[in-house]
């Protein structure tokens, strides 16, 4: 499957479809979502469908010698057929670097298939108790868990990870 980096005109199209796959409360609210990607702060590649509408898309922050995964959303007509896996093997190929994305705590079933998929893909599930600070107002810390590629993180590595996420991910807004 070809991939493509979105522009700002896929601006709403892309955030529609991540309102449809991600609770409110991990995902920015439209305008600050918007702000951010205007600014450069992070790109967005995946595939549209005849009609210009995202039907898949990852949103990649560039950080220092890492990349952080934000999103990675797939139309829910489309899950299961590989478009995904694809899509992380797309990005992968195309940085020469680290990534690391946070997962749900495997807690329920959803969650534990999440994290098999992206095991399958090559991540690693890494332990360590991670919080995520809140993207919109009236939400709190969110429990989460890091995912790596390509291989897990010790405990040094994982503190510079964190520090680096709530510095530059989540500094921006959090109405």
């Known amino acids: 499957m070809k991939f493509e980096k979105f522009e700002s005109e896929d601006i709403r199209s892309m955030y529609d479809l991540m309102e449809k796959a991600?609770?409110?409360?991990e995902r920015r609210i439209y305008e600050n979502h918007k702000i951010l990607y205007d600014k450069g702060y992070f790109d967005v590649f995946g595939k549209k469908d005849q009609q210009g509408n995202v039907i898949a898309l990852i949103s990649i922050w560039k950080l220092d010698k890492i990349r952080y995964i934000e999103h990675l959303a797939i139309k829910k007509e489309l899950r299961r057929k590989g478009i995904g896996g694809e899509l992380l093997q797309f990005v992968f190929q195309h940085e020469n670097a680290p990534f690391v994305l946070e997962v749900e705590l495997p807690d329920n079933e959803t969650a534990i298939k999440r994290i098999q998929f992206y095991e399958k893909q090559g991540m690693f599930?890494?332990?360590?108790?991670?919080?995520?600070?809140p993207l919109q107002k009236g939400h709190g810390m969110l429990p989460l868990r890091l995912m790596t590629y390509p291989q897990k993180i010790d405990e040094k590595t994982y503190q510079i990870y964190k520090n680096m996420l709530?510095?530059?991910v989540y500094f921006y807004f959090k109405k």
């Open 22 to 25: 991600f609770p409110p409360e």
């Open 166 to 168: 709530h510095e530059r």
């Open 125 to 133: 599930y890494n332990e360590y108790e991670y919080l995520q600070p």
